[in-house]
Nanobody, 124 residues
Framework: QVQLQESGPGLVKPSQTLSLTCTVSGGSITTNAYYWSWIRQSPGKELEWMGAIRSSGTTTYSPSFGGRASISRDTSKNQFTLHLTSVIPEDTAVYYC????????????????WGQGTQVTVSS
């Protein structure tokens, strides 16, 4: 059973960099063709995919963040980390990490395992 657990600060000041780590157990982040993704949900809004790091180590991001988002990994700890720079109050959200696979027929990513989510508030 794959399990994901987010960790990081619950409160960040505007203009700072938010870093959230996802620790994965029950499976390696380097095996098979998975996308290890970050997804968030702001109050009153739908889920928003932010980006992913593939099992191969390559990364892909939503253009919605204008280059503010990046994802790194520590394979020795089986963790991957989201870095979001220059945060603003609108970045307040519940942040989730998830394992995703690419469905060949639709060319869309689908999530099969999720972390429980972590609330991040951006406020001075």
């Amino acid at each position: 059973q794959v399990q994901l657990q987010e960790s990081g600060p619950g409160l960040v000041k505007p203009s700072q960099t938010l870093s959230l780590t996802c620790t994965v157990s029950g499976g390696s982040i380097t095996t098979n063709a998975y996308y290890w993704s970050w997804i968030r949900q702001s109050p009153g809004k739908e889920l928003e995919w932010m980006g992913a790091i593939r099992s191969s180590g390559t990364t892909t991001y939503s253009p919605s963040f204008g280059g503010r988002a990046s994802i790194s990994r520590d394979t020795s700890k089986n963790q991957f980390t989201l870095h979001l720079t220059s945060v603003i109050p609108e970045d307040t959200a519940v942040y989730y990490c998830a394992r995703q696979t690419l469905v060949p027929s639709t060319r869309k990513r689908e999530s099969d395992y999720w972390g429980q989510g972590t609330q991040v508030t951006v406020s001075s």
